[in-house]
């Protein structure tokens, strides 16, 4: 089996701590744009019912900040203690967007300071809807700065090799590598789509275990209105990504579509299974979808893993890993659009308990996916850490420490998340909706939201 | 100037930046449960929060900063102190992650708990403490570089009077700034039980921080005596380190301009911790990394200090604006919004 030696240690623990990471990273890039579309509309319409919904999931944002934060500064630390010879390099073409990245986390951390403790200090509520926008904006920055580094990984571009020291360097070229446009725009898209069904799904949770009122249905309303447009969105991303793979990363196409031999008319195949002799069993085959999915024309020519040497393929089974995406999010897709469907008549309920039930399912579906997509990226990418030019056993810590601090972490993260879990339902059971807006908006605790 | 006294410049800057926000911060943490222990909680806890629940997260920034703009400028360094701070390194950020996380979940969740509020207090001081280590370690004579990479010789940290001294001045410092900070915000929210008991806080913790820097000095001495004889060379700046102090402590002691002696204060570090700095260089890690060697390349060096210079222009007023929302805001910081 498998050496656990120092290099795959830190694999491991890299993995873990960025596995958790983009938990709260997603929360953080997607839920201040929810809430700031909440406090918008909550002026607009002068309804104070969307005004607490934006105080609310601010409350709760602030929690999971914390736990992004921390996490955040240790894998940015972690780099450069796992990684060291890797950063040595790497770090010389690269460190423009990682120093950039901080500025958009200063600027974030000022914005959401101001934001959090300024509700009722304004006269004209919309100065307070302001300082949302650099709040949404700056998480957005950070999402794209450190993509930029992710996809120069992939794609790395903007040096020259001479011997074993880079000359030419240009950082604006590295940090706009073919990959980057496709890359920010999916996770962009994604962290949009899972912070709205997330916050659906809690919406939907609490009128299937409460009574539902015109507050929650209009959150639930909200919610999957946008997760459904985010859906779309997601997908187109994700398509134009597939189509970037075809073109510039091949081998991490082929490898996740079992796409063995380069031939024209390429079949997609859906999950599966894979015999000792890489015989492809119980798969769902769909005649040239592959080579529509790489190239937007169902007879053009797929490279396969025959093209690539035997030692520079990833592994087979991030195969499921692109298919549970994928499948999650037509899952998204197809929730969010029965539910819209539904709202449109009359004669249905969209609060339909199976429905409601299956909109709970697709909160934490949806961060799943991300944890997938994610995976299926970054052993795509495998044996390569910097496609190309250096192997992840090469840029790997040699310290023997790597594995109790393993377990340090994992012990880290299991209390973290344990504790934010509580932290977050004794703050919402403590304190519900019903009880806040009676409190702060006694004029339309009972009946319509309008004055 | 050269982009390499530009970057250590820079960081160095934000390093003492951090330098002041984060002990602020750390020594509010112990203060916390200090005060809860001896039943004075009433008296400053309620101070404590007003001011630290805006910022904290701004403290952590300058830290990502400093480190984040270390290995941007200057490569090398991630080699040499990735590879050798592994578990000192590892453990500083679980101590971080749990202060800042339990911060969070004490003060925006809905209950008080003495557990947090005990990691809270604890973390304060060790958290400075390991991250000591880094500037212990620059200073050359805990590393060794062999055929298969660079490793820390941890039994000669471990018995080293120079690292315990460091340590030790980390944490007396941390408590003294704090304090000093605490008096001034106190004092400014009209607050005369906290400052009162802040103010004793300060005078008490002010001649520890004292001695704590002659017994570093004395231990540099020993330790690495290029880098003290350099110091040596700078006399005049922890001269006037050192005319701060008393000026600081003279204006607490008489119970004179807070907002004076909390900015003599400082001013003491800013001297200390330049003087030191100054002398330190050219090495960044005695004796394998110097401001030239670990430099970065032309192209990199000018982008990152473009990228510094539009940086500073949209966080210098968005900071000024935190400010006067929050600590120059006289109702915020009484309390009455
Ligand atoms: C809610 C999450 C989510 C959903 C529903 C999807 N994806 Fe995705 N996908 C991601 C979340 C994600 C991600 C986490 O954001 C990744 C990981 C790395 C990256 O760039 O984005 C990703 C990577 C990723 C890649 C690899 C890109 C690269 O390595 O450069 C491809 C080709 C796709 N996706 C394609 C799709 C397609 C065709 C989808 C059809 C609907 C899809 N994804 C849905
Ligand atoms: C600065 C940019 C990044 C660096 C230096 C980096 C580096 C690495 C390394 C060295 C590994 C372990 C080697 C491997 O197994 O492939 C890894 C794995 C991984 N990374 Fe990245 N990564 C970066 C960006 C990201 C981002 C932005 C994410 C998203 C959160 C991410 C998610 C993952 C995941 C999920 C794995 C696990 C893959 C596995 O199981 O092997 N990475 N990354
Ligand atoms: C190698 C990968 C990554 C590194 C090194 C990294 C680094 C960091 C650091 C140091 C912080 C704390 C900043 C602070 O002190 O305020 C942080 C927080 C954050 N990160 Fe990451 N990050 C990585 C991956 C990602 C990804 C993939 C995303 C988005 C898709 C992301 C989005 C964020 C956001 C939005 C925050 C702010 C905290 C919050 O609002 O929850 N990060 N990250």
């Known amino acids: ?451 | 100037m050269s982009y390499e006294l530009i970057g250590i410049t820079v960081l160095w800057i934000f390093l003492y930046g951090y330098l002041i926000v984060a002990s602020i911060d750390f020594g509010a943490g112990f203060f916390a449960y200090y005060a809860k222990q001896t039943k004075q909680d009433h008296i400053i806890n309620k101070l404590i929060s007003r001011y630290l629940s805006p910022v904290w997260e701004v403290t952590n920034v300058f830290f990502v900063f400093f480190f984040v703009g270390l290995v941007g400028f200057f490569p090398d360094t991630a080699y040499y102190y990735g590879q050798t701070l592994l578990v000192p390194g590892s453990i500083a950020i679980i101590l971080l992650a749990i202060r800042g996380s339990f911060y969070a979940f004490e003060n925006y969740g809905s209950k008080q708990s003495n557990v947090y509020m005990f990691l809270y207090g604890a973390t304060g001081l060790f958290i400075p403490a390991a991250l000591s280590t880094a500037l212990t370690i620059s200073e050359g004579g805990f590393i060794e570089e062999t055929a298969d990479g660079v490793r820390l010789l941890t039994g000669e940290l471990l018995t080293s009077p120079y690292s315990w001294s460091v340590v030790f001045l980390a944490i007396v410092s941390v408590l003294y700034i704090s304090s000093a900070f605490l008096t001034f915000y106190a004092n400014r929210a009209n607050d005369m039980d906290a400052r009162e008991l802040m103010r004793k806080y300060v005078l008490f913790w002010s001649s520890p921080t004292i001695i704590a820097s002659l017994t570093t000095f004395i231990a540099m001495s020993q330790h690495n005596n290029e880098h003290f004889e350099k110091m040596l060379d700078l006399w005049w700046m922890f001269g006037i380190s050192v005319a701060f102090f008393l000026g600081a402590v003279f204006l607490i002691y008489q119970k004179k301009n807070f907002g004076l002696a909390f900015i003599f204060v400082m001013m003491q570090f800013f001297f200390a911790f330049f003087g030191y700095g100054a002398a330190h260089l050219p090495y960044l890690l005695t004796p394998y990394i110097t401001l030239e060697s670990g430099v970065t390349n032309d192209a990199m060096g000018l982008a990152l200090v473009i990228a510094f210079i539009a940086g500073l222009l949209l966080l210098i007023p968005s900071l000024i604006l935190l400010l006067r929302m929050f600590l120059f805001d006289a109702d915020y910081v009484k309390g009455k919004k």
């Not at chain 1, 955040?72 to 073409?93: C, D, E, H, N």
């Not at chain 1, 790395?156 to 446009?181: C, H, I, R, S, Y």
């Not at chain 1, 056993?393 to 040699?398: D, F, L, M, N, S």
């Open chain 1, 1 to 451: 089996m498998m050496e656990l030696d120092s290099a795959m240690l830190s694999r491991m623990l890299t993995s873990m701590t960025l596995g958790f990471h983009i938990i709260f990273a997603t929360i953080g890039v997607g839920v201040p744009l929810m809430i700031s579309i909440a406090e918008f509309i909550g002026i607009k319409k002068n309804d104070a019912h969307y005004t607490l919904l934006a105080r609310r999931w601010t409350r709760g944002f602030i929690i999971t900040v914390a736990v992004g934060v921390v996490t955040g500064t240790a894998i940015g630390l972690q780099l450069s203690l796992l990684w060291p010879s890797f950063m040595q390099i790497a770090g010389k073409v690269i460190s423009l967007p990682l120093f950039l990245e901080t500025f958009a986390f200063f600027f974030e951390a000022i914005f959401l300071g101001a934001y959090l403790y300024t509700w009722d200090r304004f006269k004209k509520p919309i100065y307070h809807w302001l300082l949302s926008i650099p709040v949404f904006v700056g998480g957005a920055l950070s999402a794209f700065f450190i993509t930029t580094v992710n996809a120069f990984m992939n794609t790395p571009q903007g040096f020259d090799l001479e011997g074993k020291t880079l000359v030419n360097l240009q950082p604006l070229e590295a940090m706009f590598n073919p990959a980057t446009p496709t890359k920010v725009f999916h996770v962009l898209a994604s962290s949009y789509l899972t912070s709205a069904a997330i916050l659906a799904a809690i919406t939907a949770f609490i009128i299937l275990k409460n009574k539902s009122t015109d507050y929650h249905k209009k959150a639930l309303k909200l919610t999957m209105t946008a997760t459904f447009l985010f859906a779309i969105l997601t997908a187109v991303a994700g398509d134009l990504s597939a189509k970037f793979l075809a073109e510039e990363q091949p081998e991490k196409l082929a490898a996740g579509e079992w796409h063995f031999d380069t031939e024209e008319g390429a079949d997609l195949v859906l999950f599966g299974t894979l015999s000792e002799d890489n015989e492809i069993k119980n798969e769902i085959r769909i005649p040239n979808a592959l080579s529509f999915l790489a190239h937007g024309d169902f007879n053009s020519e797929v490279t396969g893993l025959d093209q690539i040497p035997e030692d520079e393929q990833p592994p087979l089974w991030i195969h499921y890993m692109f298919d549970l995406m994928v499948s999650l999010g037509m899952y998204a897709l197809g929730v969010s659009f029965l539910y819209l469907v539904l709202s449109r008549f009359k004669r249905w309920s969209e609060h339909n308990k199976w429905l409601l039930w299956l909109i709970v399912l697709n909160g934490p579906l949806a961060m799943l996916a991300i944890e997938f997509g994610w995976i299926y990226a970054e052993v795509g990418r495998q044996p390569w850490i910097l496609r190309g030019y250096m192997k992840v056993v090469e840029g790997a810590t040699t310290s023997p420490h790597v594995g109790w601090m393993f377990l340090l972490f994992l012990l880290l993260y299991i209390l973290l998340g344990t504790i934010c879990t509580l932290v977050l339902r004794k703050l919402f059971k403590d304190n519900p909706a019903e009880a806040e807006l009676e409190h702060r908006y006694p004029e339309i605790a009972d009946g319509g939201g309008k004055e």
